[in-house]
């Protein structure tokens, strides 16, 4: 199925199920993905390993004078903003200026839109570098993935091409002392000629027991939305995840589904 790249460093706004008018900011190459996670829904197709050597990144100049002129553009025509995000054609916190690029955007963001918050979307898979970890600790919005309970299960949708152990990912999710958003992709599908389905059965009390360890400030469960790569994939409709959603709040959890 098609699946496409977003073709600049700062694009948007557009509006988000989650965020409202977003600002979108890609720090990886616009033609081609680079991360460390393959998952089977991205939107942004597969990830082809060389790619995390492949290309010099962007100099961290060309990258804030992009997004300097993009939130300028917006001002100057009162563009609503509600979140300025990392988003982009992978995982942002690879790129090697990712704590300069937050520190010097703060200042960007108060300047032009201070009523905005500051979004990563991330992976987790970076966590165990202290500056990325302060980094997200400094803005509004880190909001990072657990698509998986179980090791079996994140080795099968995220499919990572770099060692990621989910015991290490969910002990580096706690030092941010609940300060933090999970965002969770709920899916059933096939993969390999097994059948698997991430909410239901030892997967989701798993996922359950890392959410109680973790204990975010904010849990946001969504389903398929766009084209993915891998075929065989369904999503669950509104209902069933206002279902998961209702199990999250009996907990006492702030939670949404979208």
Partial sequence: MSTFLW??????????????????INLMPVDE?????????????WTLEKNLKAR???PIETVMEAIERKLSSCCASNTPVD??????????????????????????????????????????????????????KRIENPMLKLDAGTQEMLDTVNAPIVPVDIEQVTDQLCTFGGNVII???????????????????????????????????RIVIYSL???????????????????????LRAE???ADAY
């Fill in 7 to 24: 073709e600049s460093i700062a694009f948007g706004p557009i509006f988000s199920r989650r965020l409202g008018q977003s600002l979108g």
């Fill in 33 to 45: 993905k680079i991360c460390t996670f393959n998952c089977l829904y991205c939107e942004c197709g």
């Fill in 56 to 58: 010099e990144p962007y």
């Fill in 83 to 136: 979140s300025i995000t990392f988003s982009g054609n992978g995982e942002p916190t690879l790129y090697p200026w990712f704590d300069q690029v937050i520190d010097r955007l703060v200042a960007l963001r108060d300047k032009y839109y201070p009523g905005a918050v500051i979004t990563c979307l991330s992976n987790a898979t970076q966590l165990y570098r202290p500056e990325i970890v302060s980094a997200l």
């Fill in 183 to 217: 965002q969770t992709l709920f899916f059933r599908g096939e993969q390999d000629g097994k059948a698997f389905d991430n909410s239901v059965g030892e997967n989701w009390e798993r996922w359950l027991e890392r959410i109680r360890r973790i204990r975010p400030k």
């Fill in 225 to 247: 939305d766009r084209e993915t790569p891998a075929l065989a994939l369904h999503k669950f409709d509104k209902s069933y995840l206002e279902g998961l959603v209702s199990k």
């Fill in 252 to 254: 006492g959890f702030n």
